[in-house]
C-alpha cells in the first residue's frame, strides 16, 4: 500500500504534468481524492452502470471481464476491479492513461490493464472477448463511417452486455450511407477544421483527430445495433441521472440467440 504522502507528491507531480484530473473523481485514500471529496456527476452516473451490469449481466460482478471503451481517467474501469472483475479499459490519450494507471496503482488493483490505444483498434485478437462492454461518452465522438466500423468491433468483442451512453440526433439532419443503407442523423463539430493535431490532443474529453462526429437518431443506431446482431436493446431510466441532457441516452444491447422464427401463438 503506498503512503498517503507519497499518494499526494505523485498525484502532483502528474497535475503539474498533464494538468488537474478533468472528469473522474476517485477515492485514493481515506480523504483523499483525485478531484474533492465533494459528490460528482460521475458518481450518479457510475451507480446507474453499476445497477445495469448487477442486473442484467451474465455472471456475478466477480465473474466478469469488463471492457470500458475511452475509459478517460480510469474511474469505470477502477471500480469494476475493485468489485473483483478482470477490468482493461482502453483510452486515447497519454495524459488520461496517466491518471488512471496513478489510480490503478495507488488502489493496488492487479486485475486491471489499462492500454494506450484508439478505441478504433479494437478486436477479439488483440483484446480478447468481454461479458460486459462500457460505451461510455465516446460514440460520439466518432465520425461515419468509424462509428459503424467501431460498433462493428464492439459486437466482435462483446459475449453479453455492452451499455452505450450517448448523445443521439433529435432532428434528421444528415443522411449518412454505410453498407448500402441509409442512417440519418447530425454532424457535430469536434475540432476546428484548422487546428493541428497537437491542438486536438489538448482537448482532453474530444476526439482524437476527426474534427466533425457522426450522431445517428435512436431509430437509427437501434437498427445498425439489430444489423450487427444485437437481438434486444433497452434504454435504462433508473436509476435516475437527473441531469442528463435530452439528447443523451443509456442503452443496454444483449447480443444472444435470434428468437426462433416459426409461427407464435398470436399469429
Ligand atoms: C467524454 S470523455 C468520456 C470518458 C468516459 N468514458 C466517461 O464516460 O466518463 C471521451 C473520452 O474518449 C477519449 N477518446 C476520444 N476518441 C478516442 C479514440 N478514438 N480512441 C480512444 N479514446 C478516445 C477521450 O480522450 C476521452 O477520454
Not at 507531480?13 to 483525485?34: E, F, M, Q, S, V
Request: proline share 5%; with cysteine; aromatic share 8%.
Amino acid at each position: 500500500m503506498m503512503e498517503k504522502a507519497e499518494i499526494i507528491k505523485r498525484k502532483e507531480a502528474l497535475i503539474a504534468k498533464y494538468g488537474p484530473w478533468t472528469g473522474h473523481n476517485i477515492r485514493l485514500a481515506d480523504d483523499l481524492y483525485t478531484i474533492s471529496p465533494q459528490l460528482s456527476g460521475d458518481e450518479i452516473k457510475l451507480r446507474r452502470i453499476r445497477q445495469i451490469v448487477a442486473d442484467l449481466s451474465p455472471k456475478p460482478v466477480d465473474q466478469l471481464r469488463v471492457l470500458d471503451l475511452a475509459c478517460l481517467e480510469g474511474l469505470y474501469a477502477c471500480e469494476f476491479a475493485r468489485l473483483g472483475a478482470t477490468a482493461v479499459g482502453i483510452e486515447g490519450r497519454e495524459a488520461n492513461i496517466a491518471k488512471a494507471h496513478f489510480a490503478q496503482e495507488v488502489l493496488g488493483l492487479s486485475n486491471l490493464s489499462f492500454h494506450q490505444d484508439d478505441v478504433r483498434n479494437l478486436s477479439r485478437a488483440k483484446y480478447g472477448e468481454f461479458d460486459v462492454v462500457l460505451c461510455l461518452g465516446i460514440l460520439y465522438h466518432l465520425d461515419a463511417p468509424d462509428v459503424f466500423l467501431f460498433l462493428e468491433k464492439i459486437a466482435e468483442v462483446c459475449r453479453g452486455i455492452v451499455i452505450i451512453d450517448t448523445h443521439i440526433a433529435l432532428k434528421k439532419r444528415k443522411t449518412v450511407r454505410y453498407q448500402e443503407k441509409d442512417y440519418q442523423g447530425k454532424s457535430f463539430r469536434e475540432h476546428s477544421f484548422w487546428s493541428s493535431l497537437a491542438e486536438r490532443q489538448k482537448a482532453l474529453w474530444a476526439s482524437l483527430d476527426n474534427p466533425r462526429s457522426f450522431w445517428p437518431t435512436l431509430p437509427a443506431l437501434l437498427s445498425f445495433l439489430t444489423g450487427i446482431g444485437f437481438t434486444s436493446t433497452y434504454e435504462c431510466l433508473s436509476p435516475p441521472e437527473p441531469n442528463k441532457p435530452r439528447d443523451r441516452i443509456t442503452l443496454v444491447a444483449v447480443g444472444t440467440e435470434p428468437a426462433p422464427k416459426e409461427r407464435t401463438l398470436a399469429l
